[in-house]
């Protein structure tokens, strides 16, 4: 809806009302068109303000619409009607000015900002272009380099950034749509015309062709397979090229490509998949509206390798206090001028100075007794966790939250290292802790739901993207990796090379295969788990074959390169050669394909041609029936969980949703079948066996995945 008053005499106020973010859904463009419509036809009115309810412009077309069949008046034709209006309209920019909200804000005659609103054209990131004339009048307005950096990367700028680079013509710190009442009065009757972007004639780079190309080129680069950024470029080179009218065509024909696309589909669900997260649930029926967090007024970090600088640095960035321990004064040292120098870097990346006081370097763990909560970060060695958290135990207050930072250590087994193994929660940050976005908080079988909202809610102040989970062995991102990662080395048993399965991966969308991966984090990281599994190394039965562990298959290979003092990046040589130690250029190395030959002779295998197919499905559908396994056993409490946490934790291509979500989009019958076809050819890898979610799925005509908690919660009760 949208509510029309008169204010001040001759103005006209359109307020857009659709809570929570004011989303231009059919009601709302039906109210904006009449209001508009009332308003220029009032003779008494002399100008027009919009605005939107309750601090916030608008968050841009209803995204939950994009489903269904199209009904009211469309936005396009509302947006120019009020551009060619004969009264002038300002738009009162607070709060947030995303996608179709900004479109309507530049059709709007002038546009003012309150200096904490943010605006942008996300639609990028939703499998769209900003097609209610986004790509067409932002070039007019702010030249084609700048616009197409916004409409390719669909990233919000603040107020400030919007005024330097010509978006809106104020910016305030006063109340905004008093200001553009105002604002309105003093223009009312100057001429329209030269403020009409539709009229303008965009800037361009003099070489405009090569400066396209060049983009097209880096777009495609990063897009990774994503279709809408390079129809982004083409519809901003239509505005560059053509007249306006002819531009809105063009941007109007991509648009129509996009919009049913499997892509935006995808890209839509992981929208949602991010919000669904949020509204979190614990088998013991926990949940996030039952559950209430307790503040976090100051907090520690214990032990300040890579991992906790950069959980010291977001807890400080968020605003919060933080003691940060180290055991000895040396550690000390390098770890405080490595904090200060990201805090320092960061601060200036974002034009704000480093809130270098709100830390506090300690090697006395009696500085903690007056933190709320306190994230271990030490070496990931359970008994010297166990050590740490015993300690804790008995010098934090005894409400104080104990957090874990572990990839897969048994968060139980440290809560009972504690007198309240209630207020142990696991959070897995992921590398580098300060940038990247996804946090799995993970509930031990005592963990509180206080204890669950808290880690929840702090995460969300970091910033992140959290998702809580259940625990064992890998949680839920780490879990679906290892039957990943372990058919990636039986392929090369097989017969591919480290380059052809990388080739595949990168070509679905990954931004690096799992040997890539695996050599720039260090092989010797997963080689310490295998050990400390008893897989290779001291614990290993003897006379063992050494393709066989625990009555399955197993490969040695990253073992074997291990022991050859190949850790990857680091040492110069892993899977790839470089050309120093710590080189980041992947050479193909002639020497790993000679190991992998004599490899294969030495055990008796037979090498074949691996194509892309099958490494795709034998690497990607096991890690799937990994994550179906995982809802059945309740560790996540719906595929929109798994989806969230390897989009944003492990490189999954948004475009494809997740692997849950792609499991679907292929279809559930063609996953099973090849799961039962790879497992059957091998026999002795029992992550290859569907599991039986999977098969209860198919069975039960494969619903939609929305649908699959009913199926899921049908499994835990005949439990
Ligand atoms: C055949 C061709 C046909 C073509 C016809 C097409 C015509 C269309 C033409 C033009 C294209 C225009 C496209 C768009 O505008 S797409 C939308 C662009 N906007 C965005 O991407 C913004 C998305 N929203 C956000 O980024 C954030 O929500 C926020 C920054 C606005 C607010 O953040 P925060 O305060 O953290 O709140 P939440 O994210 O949790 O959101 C709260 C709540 O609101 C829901 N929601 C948010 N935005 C929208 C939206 N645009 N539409 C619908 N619903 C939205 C969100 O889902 C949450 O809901 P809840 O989980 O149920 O609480």
């Given amino acids: 809806m949208a509510r029309y008053t008169r204010i001040a005499g001759s103005i006209a106020l359109i307020t857009l009302k659709n809570p929570p973010v004011n989303a231009l859904s059919a009601a709302v463009r039906q109210g904006i068109t009449d209001s508009v419509g009332r308003a220029l036809s009032d003779p008494e009115v002399e100008a027009v303000v919009l605005c939107g309810e309750d601090g916030k412009f608008c968050g841009g077309a209803d995204i939950k619409e994009f489903a269904r069949p199209m009904t009211g008046p469309g936005l396009v034709p509302m947006i120019d009607a009020i551009e060619a209006g004969e009264k002038p309209v300002v738009a009162a920019i607070e709060g947030v000015a995303l996608g179709g909200g900004l479109e309507l804000a530049l059709a709007c005659h002038y546009r003012i900002a309150h200096y904490k609103a943010r605006l942008g054209l996300p639609e990028v990131t939703l499998g769209l272009i900003p097609a209610a004339g986004g790509t067409q009048r932002l070039p007019r307005l702010i030249g084609v380099p700048a616009a197409l950096d916004l409409i390719t990367t669909g990233r919000h700028v603040s107020a400030h950034e919007a005024l330097k680079l010509g978006i809106v013509d104020r910016v305030t710190d006063r109340n905004t749509l008093e200001l553009a009442v105002e604002f309105a009065k003093s223009v009312s009757g100057q001429p329209l015309a030269p403020r009409r972007l539709s009229t303008r004639q965009p800037s361009c780079p003099t070489d405009l062709d090569s400066f396209l190309e060049g983009a097209m080129l880096r777009v495609r680069q990063r897009a990774r397979g994503a279709i809408a950024p390079v129809a982004c470029v083409q519809a901003v080179r239509a505005a560059a090229t053509l007249p306006f009218s002819q531009g809105m065509e063009q941007e109007k024909e991509l648009m129509a490509s996009l919009f049913t696309s499997a892509q935006a589909r995808a890209m839509q669900y992981c929208f949602f998949s991010q919000r669904t997260v949020g509204r979190w649930s614990m088998p013991s029926g926990a ?211 480290p380059e052809q399965v990388d080739q595949a991966l990168e070509e679905f969308g990954f931004p690096m295969g799992v040997f890539r991966v695996s050599d720039l984090s260090g092989l010797d990281v997963g080689w310490k788990v295998r050990k400390g599994l008893g897989l290779t190394g001291p614990g290993v039965a003897p006379g063992e074959s050494a393709r066989i562990r625990q009555g399955r298959r197993y490969c040695p290979l990253p073992d074997l390169l291990c022991k050859q003092g190949r ?153």
């Fill in 287 to 497: 949940r996030w509206d039952n559950s209430k967090a307790q503040p976090i007024h100051k907090a520690a970090v214990i032990g300040l390798g890579t991992m906790g600088r950069g959980i010291a640095v977001s807890l400080v960035q968020a605003g919060i206090p933080v003691v940060a321990v180290e055991m000895e004064t040396k550690q000390l040292e390098v770890a405080k001028h490595a904090v200060t120098s990201i805090l320092e870097r960061e601060a200036q990346k974002r034009g704000k100075e480093p809130k270098l006081g709100l830390i506090h370097f300690s090697i006395d763990l009696q500085d903690l007794r007056e933190v709320d909560l306190v994230i271990e970060a030490v070496f990931e060695d359970m008994a010297l966790k166990k050590q740490v958290f015993r300690e804790l135990s008995s010098v934090c207050r005894p409400n104080a939250f104990l957090c874990t930072n572990t990839s897969s250590l048994d968060v139980n087994q440290l809560a009972a290292a504690t007198r309240m193994p209630e207020l142990v929660v696991g959070m897995h940050f992921f590398a580098p802790a300060h940038v990247m976005k996804l946090l799995e908080v993970v509930y031990g079988p005592r963990s509180s739901p206080v204890a669950v909202a808290t880690a929840m809610q702090l995460g969300k102040r970091l910033g992140k993207v959290s998702v809580a989970v259940g625990n064992c062995h890998g949680f839920v991102g780490n879990r679906m990796l290892m039957p990943y990662m372990e058919q990636s080395v039986f392929l090369l048993e097989e017969g591919a090379t």
């Fill in 567 to 719: 850790l990857g990046q680091k040492t110069g040589k892993g899977w790839y050669l470089y050309d120093k130690p710590g080189g980041r250029v992947a050479k193909s190395d002639p020497w790993l394909h000679n190991f992998l030959e004599e490899y294969r002779s030495q055990h008796g295998l037979q090498a074949h041609p691996v194509s892309q197919q099958e490494v795709l499905e034998r690497c990607l559908y096991s890690l799937i029936n990994e994550g179906f396994r995982i809802l059945e056993d309740g560790i996540a409490a719906g595929p929109e969980d798994i989806d969230t946490i390897y989009v944003f934790g492990y490189g999954w291509p948004p475009h494809r949703g997740g692997p849950m979500f792609h499991a679907g989009a292929v279809g559930l019958p063609t996953v099973l079948e090849k799961l039962e076809h790879y497992s059957q050819a091998h026999p002795d890898i029992p992550q290859l066996q569907p599991s039986s979610l999977l098969r209860r799925l198919v069975t039960a005509g494969s619903p939609p995945i929305h649908k699959w908690r009913e199926v899921v919660k049908t499994v835990h009760s005949q439990l």
